[in-house]
């Protein structure tokens, strides 16, 4: 039986744990910091506006280069967007979706759940290769492409160059490039705005701190963003005006919680470099200082799944190659505050080698 991402944080792991190396999200942001926050809770809490506040969508677009607040959709989550985004397609019978790398299930669930045959295509080192598989798997039939970058969980992300050919493919076949930008810090590496054809998701829960807010967006055309609004107002109608009204300030308060996410993630990179480098046992496939999240390979003879319930035995969640059908791996969060990362890995090393051949415990760092 596989085992989801669903089924392991909300079933198995939920309640069992005090230290969070699991969601991929920078460590929860304290909002009461933010500028006017105490006016915020008086907020009449009426429908708002189905597409989001105004002055939320115009501060989103503010983000970006040459996107402006009427290209914006504001969602439940970026989730939510890609939900919105894919159930907008003009969709027959024979119609499909290629989905660049699949790491995250939902590329693959919600256009298969519309009736889409789902084409993906593995990610590649080399992107003239990648590329040359994308225009193969590309036809007529194709009504949208998917590409998360940079991708969860193994980190891959674009280049500029690789993004503009893929939107150069899909614009032919009159298609529909759904860009994920969960984990992009930069707007100069945001792909929103580089053809009519792109659609650009992305949201406050990862980088800023904030997925109890669940506040998304999608970016794209205008007339593409009104048939999703319309899809939206026939299921959730509209966002928490208290929470788009968070959103909007938490915005404006310019770079400070994204400088709080860079800070996180370099140190983190750091402290898990130092950590891997005692334990034969594990090897890191990547861990970018820009990125909240590591991947790590472990040795062969580890039962990857069995190594995340002994951490989770000690009360700290780290996430199982098998919810992505990559047993034999680890997903760890590494933006967190320093003394929390160093005692959730100290847990995972006992995970990985047991307590008697902790190198962290057994003279190594105490």
Same mark, same amino acid.
């Given at each position: 039986m596989t085992l989801t991402m669903q089924q392991w944080i909300f079933v198995e792991s939920y309640g069992r744990y005090t230290l969070d190396?699991?969601?991929?999200? @920078?460590?929860?942001? !304290?909002?009461?910091?933010?500028?006017?926050?105490?006016?915020?809770?008086?907020?009449?809490?009426?429908?708002? +506006? $189905?597409?989001?506040?105004?002055?939320?969508? *115009? *501060?989103?677009?503010a983000r970006y280069h040459n996107v402006d607040p009427a290209d914006v959709l504001v969602c439940h989550g970026a989730q939510e967007a890609f939900s919105l985004l894919v159930r907008s397609l003009e969709i027959t019978d024979r119609s499909e979706a290629v989905v660049i790398g699949s790491g995250w299930s939902q590329h693959t669930y919600y256009p298969a759940?519309?009736?889409? #045959?789902?084409?993906? @295509?593995?990610?590649?080192?080399?992107?003239?290769?990648?590329?040359a598989a994308v225009a193969e798997a590309v036809t007529w039939r194709t009504k949208v492409i998917v590409v998360a970058t940079p991708e969860n969980p193994t980190g891959w992300t674009a280049?500029?160059?690789?993004?503009?050919?893929?939107a150069d493919i899909a614009d032919a076949y009159d298609a529909v490039l759904v860009v994920d930008e969960e984990y992009v810090c930069d707007p100069d590496m945001s792909a929103a705005g580089i053809s009519d054809c792109v659609a650009v998701i992305s949201g406050l829960s990862k980088l800023h701190g904030l997925p109890g807010l669940r506040i998304g967006w999608c970016i794209a055309t205008a007339d593409l963003v009104d048939r999703c609004t319309q899809r939206k107002h026939l299921t959730t109608i509209s966002n928490s005006v208290l929470c788009e009204s968070i959103a909007t300030a938490i915005l404006r308060d310019g !770079?400070?919680?994204?400088?709080?996410?860079r800070t996180?993630?370099? #140190?983190?990179? +750091?402290?898990?470099q130092e950590w891997a480098s005692?334990?034969? $046992? @594990?090897?890191?496939?990547? *861990?970018?200082?820009?990125?909240?999240?590591?991947?790590?390979?472990?040795?062969? #003879?580890?039962?990857?799944? *069995?190594?995340?319930?002994?951490?989770? !035995?000690?009360?700290?969640? @780290?996430?199982?190659?098998?919810?992505?059908?990559?047993?034999g791996y680890l997903r760890v969060a590494i933006?967190?505050?320093p003394v929390d990362l160093d005692r959730g890995l100290k847990v995972l090393a006992r995970a990985v080698c047991g307590p008697r051949l902790d190198p962290l415990t057994a003279g190594g760092r105490a």
């Open positions: 190396l699991g969601d991929s999200n @920078v460590e929860l942001a !304290d909002i009461t910091t933010v500028p006017g926050f105490a006016e915020i809770t008086t907020v009449p809490l009426g429908y708002g +506006h $189905q597409a989001g506040l105004p002055e939320l969508r *115009a *501060a989103i677009a759940e519309v009736g889409l #045959s789902v084409v993906t @295509v593995a990610l590649d080192p080399c992107e003239h290769t990648l590329l280049s500029r160059d690789f993004i503009e050919a893929v !770079d400070r919680f994204l400088a709080r996410a996180l993630c370099r #140190s983190g990179a +750091h402290t898990l005692v334990l034969p $046992q @594990v090897s890191i496939v990547n *861990a970018r200082d820009d990125l909240p999240f590591a991947w790590l390979r472990i040795d062969k #003879s580890l039962d990857s799944l *069995a190594v995340a319930r002994r951490a989770l !035995d000690e009360g700290v969640l @780290v996430i199982p190659g098998e919810v992505f059908d990559r047993p933006a967190r505050p």
